[in-house]
């Protein structure tokens, strides 16, 4: 049976080779798209990341399929298979990035028979690449990491994100989270704007807890097994098995903290990023899915 660590190798270099792209342009001023918000943003670098990512791996591994923030984003379907697949986000952290604010990563995520073999998430700026193959550990820049094993949420240093929802309901929800959160009370909420690095710090054991929700699977697909991998903990919002096309997701030191947030956090409806555009009815107004 193939370990696959003949592709995660191949992905660790392409990531480090595209960060190249990235860096190049991190100081530069950069032409801004909108998608699904006025805070939903991509930039040509963005797009021509991903074209990097995707081409290589395609040359190297021509049956191989791919599902990228920005080839979803020109109209390529979402939808995960059996057949050996890369999940990529190109940069996790485009508002960062078009800001100059020092965290942006790229992600990417390789499934077989849609189980996670490995994750890679390089925090290009700082240099730190987290990665992590399945039943092998979790690591940063070859050390090796462990989430902090925190039992009580009142002792918890919890990390989530202001997506890109600016419509009420999205956000009256975010913010009434992060209220309920702070009155069990927890030590602290932090928000670093890349999900996929947010998610990471639960491995490292510098944060205990990370929620979201609104996120798409390639924010997250990587940040997932590097968590499981240093002994963390990954679930749906509502305490269900964790599924990384609900859009929802609590990543945890622990079930007793993910459960605790579970009771508190409260979830807006958001189409399944597999879901089909053109069918699905979403959101308060049930205005048509974002
Ligand atoms: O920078 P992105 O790849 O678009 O991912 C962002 C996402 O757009 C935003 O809504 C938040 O969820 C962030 O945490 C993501 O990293
Ligand atoms: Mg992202
Ligand atoms: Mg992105």
């Not at 078009?98 to 290009?124: D, L, M, W």
């Not at 399945?134 to 202001?162: H, P």
């Not at 509502?238 to 990543?251: L, T």
């Amino acid at each position: 049976m193939s370990d696959w660590t003949d592709c995660l190798d191949f992905g660790v270099s392409i990531a480090k080779q595209a960060s190249e792209t990235v860096l190049a342009a991190f100081l530069l001023q950069k032409e801004v798209q909108l998608k699904s918000s006025p805070a939903d943003l991509v930039t040509e670098t963005d797009q021509r990341v991903e074209r990097i990512l995707i081409s290589a791996i395609r040359a190297r591994f021509p049956l191989h399929r791919f599902i990228g923030e920005e080839s979803v984003a020109a109209g390529e379907p979402c939808v995960l298979t059996d057949e050996p697949t890369w999940i990529i986000d190109p940069i996790d952290g485009t508002v960062n990035f078009v800001h100059r604010f020092p965290f942006v990563a790229i992600s990417i995520a390789f499934t077989v028979n849609k189980q996670t073999e490995f994750g890679i998430v390089y925090s290009c700026v700082e240099d730190k690449l987290f990665h992590a193959q399945r039943g092998r550990g979790a690591f940063l820049n070859g050390e090796k990491l462990q989430a902090s094993g925190q039992e009580d949420v009142s002792k918890c240093v919890v990390v989530t994100e202001i997506g890109a929802e600016r419509d009420d309901l999205a956000l009256s929800t975010m913010t009434s989270n992060i209220l309920r959160l702070l009155q069990l009370p927890v030590h602290g909420v932090r928000a670093l704007g890349t999900a996929a690095v947010d998610m990471c710090h639960v491995a490292t054991g510098g944060a205990d807890a990370y929620y979201h929700i609104g996120m798409h699977c390639w924010d997250i697909a990587a940040s997932a097994i590097i968590v499981q991998e240093a002994g963390g903990v990954v679930m749906d919002t509502d305490g269900s098995d964790f599924d990384m096309m609900s859009r929802r997701v609590i990543a945890a030191s622990s079930t007793s903290v993910a459960n605790s947030i579970a009771q508190v956090v409260q979830a807006f409806p958001c189409r399944r990023d597999d879901e089909d555009p053109t069918r699905c009815v979403c959101g308060a107004a049930g205005v048509k899915g974002v």
